[in-house]
């Protein structure tokens, strides 16, 4: 199973496909090509009963810096017809375990696609942040309709309107992730968890994975529908072009003319 793409790698060692998203000299950031191959990646593993567990992490102690900022404001798509939605069905609908492996920062959908893996390991140096709102965009990937049910709605808020970074602890305290490990460990342990997994019963594994989605599945699709169709909108937004030239241009965003 080869990934097609440079910047993501892929191996299959032991009944377990690890995904390394590999753009160190932009933290990871997510293009479109990049998002298309884990999208293929994934969805040859549902079929290949060489996989039983996926391991997702990043390299060059970071997981991902989210979606490339310059790929969004060149206009690439985030509607249902683009790549990030297909890598967002993909790992969604993907019936096998997913152990997420995060050191550095897991920004944007680097923390939301966190609540669609079924165990994820953190680094004590990992730093969290859903800024949207910062970026003039809104929630995405189920997020305004999954952190109020993991975390209440008090802390949801606080995470998505202020859009703040936080730490690895914290991301546990609020059932973002499982573990906190020293720094240079979360891939060892998510191999050890990997293997362990891959060890069970996979008919067994995937049904209780089944059994623990399906109460929010629909539901859950459904907010990720509804948030794409208002994303792709901000991202034509001022408001966002604003926040993202800032960003580039390595200043803070002013958003004091709009209305
Ligand atoms: N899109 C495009 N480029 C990005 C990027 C992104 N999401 N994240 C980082 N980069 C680039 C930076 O512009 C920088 O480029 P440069 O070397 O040409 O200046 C390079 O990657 C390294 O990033 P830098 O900001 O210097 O690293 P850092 O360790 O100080 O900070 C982050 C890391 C992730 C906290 C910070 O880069 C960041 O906040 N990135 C934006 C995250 C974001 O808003 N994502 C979109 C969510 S929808």
Do not use: W
């Amino acid at each position: 199973m080869q990934s097609q793409c440079a910047e993501i790698r892929s191996q299959v060692s032991g009944r377990v496909l690890e995904i390394t998203i590999n753009r160190p000299e932009r933290k990871n950031a997510l293009t479109m090509a990049m998002y298309s191959a884990m999208a293929d990646l994934l969805d040859a593993a549902v079929v290949d009963s060489e996989v039983r567990v996926v391991i997702l992490t990043g390299s060059g102690g970071a997981f991902t810096s989210g979606n490339d900022l310059t790929d969004f404001l060149g206009g690439s798509a985030s509607g249902e017809e683009s790549p990030v939605f297909r890598f967002m069905q993909a790992l969604y609908r993907f019936p096998k375990p997913v152990i997420a492996a995060v050191a550095g920062p897991a920004v944007g959908i680097g923390t939301t696609l966190l609540l669609h893996c079924d165990l994820s390991i953190a680094e004590d140096d990992a730093v969290f942040q859903m800024p949207f709102v910062n970026l003039g965009l809104c929630p995405e990937y189920g997020s305004s309709f999954l952190l109020p049910r993991i975390m209440g709605h008090t802390k949801a808020s606080e995470l998505l309107l202020l859009g703040k970074k936080f730490d690895a602890q914290t991301a546990a305290d609020v059932n973002i992730c499982n573990e906190v490990v020293y720094s240079g460990e979360a891939l060892d342990r998510a191999r050890v968890y990997a293997a362990e997994l891959a060890q069970k019963a996979p008919e067994a594994v995937r049904l209780t994975k089944k059994l623990l989605r399906q109460g929010t599945l629909e539901s859950g699709m459904a907010a990720i529908r509804e948030e794409a169709g208002h994303f792709k909108a901000r991202l034509q937004s001022d408001e966002f072009r604003e926040a993202a030239t800032a960003f580039m241009e390595k200043r803070p965003a002013d958003f004091s003319r709009f209305d």
